[in-house]
T-cell receptor
């Protein structure tokens, strides 16, 4: 199947700093990618839909100025957590569709101290 | 908006036992249903999906699921589990009538198989 890769897999940062997470489709092109957030023992919650060459579509309650999404090419979407705070600590997962099936990245665990 | 419930948070079974993981959704319209699996340290992977047709769906690795519309359920089953089935299992629903690709996930069920 298609491969979606995220980087970094783990990141620890200080409160107030910004962190960028990359999501790449390695062997296919993705005009649309999805960013999810998962809290411990909870569901994956869709944060936003990333659209190549245009603005991302954010789910209700997700701060677009806090979670900046850029989808500059058909194989790369980035999520930047700006001015991170401890409550932003979470597991962030991206996905992209290929031949009708959603493929997921391995996730990025963010810890904000 | 749709929601998905997985009532079992952690299931522990011995090898060769039969498995059934519950999944219920709330949405009155047409749905597409999915089961995903996440093995330790790996990506989420699609186990099986239901869009239409035969409500009994067969997936990879011997898994199957049955869509029961009257019960709003899509339970996952496997007649005889193996140690390698130890993983987290997520049920998901796509029910956006605008044709959006958004998925709503359940909270997941951790399955531990004891050798």
């Amino acid at each position: 199947g298609a491969v979606v890769s995220q980087h970094p897999s783990r990141v620890i940062c200080k409160s107030g700093t910004s962190v960028k997470i990359e999501c790449r489709s390695l062997d296919f092109q993705a005009t649309t990618m999805f960013w999810y957030r998962q809290f411990p023992k909870q569901s994956l919650m869709l944060m936003a839909t990333s659209n190549e060459g245009s603005k991302a579509t954010y789910e209700q309650g997700v701060e677009k100025d806090k979670f900046l999404i850029n989808h500059a090419s058909l194989t790369l979407s980035t999520l930047t957590v700006t001015s991170a705070h401890p409550e932003d600590s979470s597991f962030y997962i991206c996905s992209a569709r290929s031949s009708g099936e959603l493929f997921f990245g391995e996730g990025s665990r963010l810890t904000v101290l | 908006a749709q929601s998905v419930s997985q009532h079992n948070h952690h299931v522990i079974l011995s090898e060769a036992a039969s498995l059934e993981l519950g999944c219920n959704y709330s949405y009155g319209g047409t749905v597409n249903l999915f089961w995903y699996v996440q093995y330790p340290g790996q990506h989420l992977q699609l186990l099986l999906k239901y869009f239409s047709g035969d409500p009994l769906v067969k997936g990879i690795k011997g898994f199957e699921a049955e869509f029961i519309k009257s019960k709003f359920s899509f339970n996952l089953r496997k007649p005889s589990v193996q140690w390698s089935d130890t993983a987290e299992y997520f049920c998901a629903v796509n029910a956006d009538e605008d044709g959006n690709e958004k998925l709503t996930f359940g909270t997941g069920t951790r399955l531990t198989i004891i050798p």
